[in-house]
């Protein structure tokens, strides 16, 4: 059984530009969230996918954004990038309600 | 606001050792907690679930137990290898926000030869 697919791996934005990821969950789960981790904040919940709805969001600023397909597959999308959005992007797939989380190897953004 | 510690932040041992890993929270009202590890600029790897009506949960080497009422948890690592040499993450599921994870920041383990 596959697990988690993020695409890409690395990427290399300039300041302003905009970035898409994208997060292939595990066959047959429903639920996509994502995550930044950045060595100061640690790891931040930045939303939720279920069934092509946004069922949860973090505190991020209006320039993340994210949707579902309805294959299930994530994207999220990066606007007007800043230097501090340098981060790991992690995705991870939940299937029933209470069961593990299932995260992917992330993408590395690096804004310059 | 839920909250999570990790004790300690970086932890150096021979190989072989037992060892024990702690998380704790602010808020009981957890669906479960996960304990997960991260090699250096990888991805998550789930090592533990544990249910909120559970006590403990075992995977060959590993024991995590769960005290719900007093906000813990602890990773027990038995016989420790140079390939356990990551960083281990625990997440509780707060009751009410969906799939959303708090994450602990985390305790970077060296296994030494």
């Known amino acids: 059984k596959a697990g988690v697919t993020q695409t890409p791996r690395y990427l290399i934005k300039t300041r302003g530009q905009q970035v898409t990821l994208s997060c292939s969950p595990i066959s047959g789960h429903r639920s996509v969230s994502w995550y930044q981790q950045t060595p100061g904040q640690g790891l931040q919940f930045l939303f939720e996918y279920f069934s092509e709805t946004q069922r949860n969001k973090g505190n991020f600023p209006g320039r993340f954004s994210g949707r579902q397909f309805s294959n299930s597959r994530s994207e999220m999308n990066v606007s007007t990038l800043e230097l501090g959005d340098s981060a790991l992007y992690l995705c991870?797939?939940?299937?029933?309600?209470?069961?593990?989380?299932?995260f992917g190897q992330g993408t590395r953004l690096t804004v310059v | 606001k839920q909250e999570v510690t990790q004790i300690p932040a970086a932890l150096s041992v021979p190989e072989g050792e037992n060892l024990v890993l702690n998380c704790s929270f602010t808020d009981s009202a957890i669906y479960n907690l996960q304990w997960f590890r991260q090699d250096p600029g990888k991805g998550l790897t789930s090592l533990l679930l544990?249910?909120?009506?559970?006590r403990e949960q075992t995977s060959g080497r590993l024991n995590a137990s769960l005290d719900k009422s007093s906000g813990r948890s602890t990773l027990y690592i038995a016989a420790s290898q140079p390939g356990d040499s990551a960083t281990y993450l625990c997440?509780?599921?707060?009751?009410?926000?969906?799939?959303?994870?708090?994450f602990g920041t985390g305790t970077r383990l060296q296994v030494t030869l």
């Open positions: 997440a509780v599921r707060p009751i009410g926000t969906a799939s959303k994870l708090t």
């Open positions: 991870a797939s939940r299937g029933i309600e209470n069961t593990e989380a299932f």
């Open positions: 544990i249910q909120s009506s559970q």
